[in-house]
């Protein structure tokens, strides 16, 4: 787990530090050509973003439809194995989701005395702030793909009574593997129900921590290349 291994035969802390950094200062002391080269970027991570709300919405639908189906089941006296599980599962992805999406619009809590005192002290601890939240967002998301990746090379499965179909884990195992090997993987596949892979239930978190990291870079480079920071509709005033 203390490994950073090589990517293009770049150390992988090169791209998740480095890059971001030198990225965030040509915004700083070339903010023109930079609105200009990352303007088309913005757009698209502006429709991820609103994506990555959307779908911590309906998994928040879930949990509705999961207790719901609680209280049908116990009302009919029929068991609901997992459901307990299930909905725990669809409040992390829930949460995870919604992070990239709620900093965009300001809903994470932001401490601003200091923010108001003047304009200037309002933009350097701005970038400050957004700088170390980027660094650390961006060292959790790391890890948080790694522990992903060690649950499913030590099979680790859950200690409930959740179950999905084997078909679930084959779909999204192939998102892993080379297009040569998916016709082997659903030759293998079988129609049997499954404890669930610990894995799964932490893809929310992997997927959810990555955008987060990203939001914070962008919004760095969005405070610096504009002058102003982009976060919009501050929940506290």
Known sequence: MRDWQPFLGVPLWFWLFVL????????????????RLLAPIWRILDRIYLGSGILAACFMMLILLLIV??????????????????????????????LAHTLTRGAHIRVSVLLNMNDFLRYWLDA????????TATYFARYAIKTNILS?????????????????????GMFANAPSKWGEMWAATGSEWVYTPVWLPQ??????????????WDMLTRLLANGETAIIGESVE
């Open 203 to 216: 893809i929310p978190m992997s997927i959810g921590t990555t955008l987060l990291a990203i939001a914070l």
């Open 69 to 98: 189906g609680q209280m049908i089941a116990r009302w009919s006296n029929i068991t609901f194995p997992g459901s307990t599980e299930y909905a725990g599962y669809a409040m992390a992805a829930t949460s995870f989701f919604a």
């Open 128 to 135: 400050f702030a957004m700088l170390v939240a980027a660094l």
């Open 20 to 35: 971001p950094t030198c990225i965030a200062a040509l915004c700083l002391f070339k903010p023109a050509s930079a609105r």
């Open 152 to 172: 499913d090379l030590l099979n680790d499965r859950t200690q409930g009574q959740d179950f999905v179909p084997e078909w679930l884990l084959t779909f999204f």
